[in-house]
């Protein structure tokens, strides 16, 4: 199973003080020094921490392959269009989000998802598809020619432990489901040292995405340190 990492905290930080450190870019180096699999980043349509010169930056100028978390909007979909990350990760977007809340729903909004992802992967992008452990969903997902899935984890990891049982068997049975239909099934949102060992569960993973916890155990350990810690925990998937 591989770790992408979301560098969108780092830009956070640089942003909450309008300076030019610290860079993405600097951190995303760092992530792929230290073994990351992946480098993630979100455009927001209000930029309130990555902006678009970090996008062209970060496929330019560093080695790992850039997966560009987006909503389904004209302007942004042009900026992806021109930048060609590997991979797009369509989510949905709300402006007064704290973060990302909920995934997308593809079976209301499949008119307007199924263009956009096919005019991705014919500019040669791997699209996937955020979205919540539901299998009405994933089965829309497939339909829309979409080859991967991130099962968003979030609603599991901010559960009490005492109560993340039932949503830790629907995201064993979407993904389960996923694999079935031929999806490649990745997974993000919330996932951090003291919840990973139940994301371990999940069948058929490829990709990791986690962004919050690594930039904050990053304040004490280094960002390398932070990385190389989740990684060490990942190595017991059996997948
Ligand atoms: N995957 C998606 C689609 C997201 O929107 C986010 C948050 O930007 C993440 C993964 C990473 O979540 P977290 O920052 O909670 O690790």
Known sequence: MKLGVNIDHVATLRQARGTVYPDPLDAAILCGRAGAHGITAHLREDRR??????????????????????????SIIEIALNVKPAEVCLVP?????LTTEGG????AHFDAIQPTVQCLSEAGIEVSLFVDADEMTIAACKDTGAPVIELHTGT????EPNDRAVHMEQLIRSADYAHSLG????????INL???????CIPHLDTLNIGHSIICRAVFQGIEGAVK???VGMQEYEG
């Open 194 to 200: 003291e919840n990973l060992g139940g994301i371990l």
């Open 156 to 159: 599991y990891c901010d559960a």
């Open 183 to 190: 999806l490649k099934v990745n997974a993000g949102h919330g």
């Open 49 to 74: 921490h990555i902006q678009d010169d970090d996008i062209f930056r970060l496929k330019e100028l560093q080695p790992l392959p850039l997966n560009l978390e987006m909503a389904n909007v004209e």
């Open 104 to 107: 997308l729903d593809v079976v």
């Open 93 to 97: 977007e709300k402006r007064q989000e």
């Open 229 to 231: 810690e989740m990684l």
